[in-house]
């Protein structure tokens, strides 16, 4: 079965510092994959995506992800932090259902507080 | 262009009665998607529709049910509630031609629904 996994649920890291926030998925065909980010009290807002091609994907807000088949990993990556990233994310595999469409599978989330 | 928008934004509601919740996707998008929200489950998919039709449909109880007009508004509705309803509701958007052709679900603010 598809499955997503963030083993981190809260990361703390200062402001200016780089982020790295990880993102394993169980797919047997071509993960679609995404990066959502929700504020408090927010829906969620789509930070990137891949589906084929270069496999490092360039994002809103200066994020980026890199695709790594051979790890079934899509870790999302940030140089400089900003106080207002302070945020949840969460990533999301489209998952192939009958019918023709796809679902999102997500993980359980990963909650960024950023030190001043 | 407009976002995804949903209403009520807040619902308070008791035990055994039942609720309605609305969505307005983004102009020239088809398919509606609902997820819940909790603490304890996370994100979970509920049910996907296109061109007024359920396509794919999640692990939920059949309280759970929802319908799309045919100007793609979608409404899902909630019967005989439960304390364990309690959840954010989300919404997202999409042309509904697949996550294979690079299609992306975009996300409203959500319904944030209390069962006393």
């Known amino acids: 079965a598809q499955s997503v996994t963030q083993p981190d649920i809260h990361i703390t890291v200062s402001e200016g510092a780089s982020l790295e926030l990880r993102c394993n998925y169980s797919y047997g065909a071509t993960p679609y994959l995404f990066w959502y980010v929700q504020s408090p009290g927010q829906g969620l807002q789509l930070l990137l995506k891949y589906f084929s091609g270069d496999t490092l994907v360039q994002g809103i807000k200066g994020f980026e992800a890199e695709f790594k088949r051979s790890q079934s990993s899509f870790n999302l990556r940030k140089p400089s932090v900003h106080w207002s990233d302070a945020a949840e994310y969460f990533c999301?595999?489209?998952?192939?259902?009958?019918?023709?469409?796809?679902?999102?599978?997500f993980g359980a989330g990963t909650r960024l507080a950023v030190h001043p | 262009k407009a976002g995804v928008t949903q209403t009520p934004r807040y619902l308070i509601k008791t035990r055994g009665q039942q609720v309605t919740l609305s969505c307005s996707p983004i102009?020239?998008?088809?398919?509606v998607s609902w997820y819940q929200q909790t603490p304890g489950q996370g994100l979970q998919f509920l049910f996907e529709?296109?061109?007024?039709?359920?396509?794919n449909k999640g692990n939920f109880p059949g309280r759970f049910s929802g319908r799309q007009f045919s100007n793609s508004r979608s409404e899902m509705n909630v019967s005989t509630l439960e304390l364990g309803d309690s959840a954010l509701y989300l919404c997202?958007?999409?042309?509904?031609?697949?996550?294979?052709?690079?299609?992306?679900?975009?996300f409203g603010p959500g319904t944030r629904l209390t069962v006393l």
């Open positions: 529709y296109f061109s007024e039709t359920q396509r």
């Open positions: 102009s020239g998008h088809r398919s």
């Open positions: 997202a958007s999409s042309l509904g031609t697949g996550l294979a052709v690079g299609d992306t679900q975009y």
């Open positions: 999301a595999v489209g998952a192939w259902v009958s019918g023709g469409y796809n679902k999102l599978i």
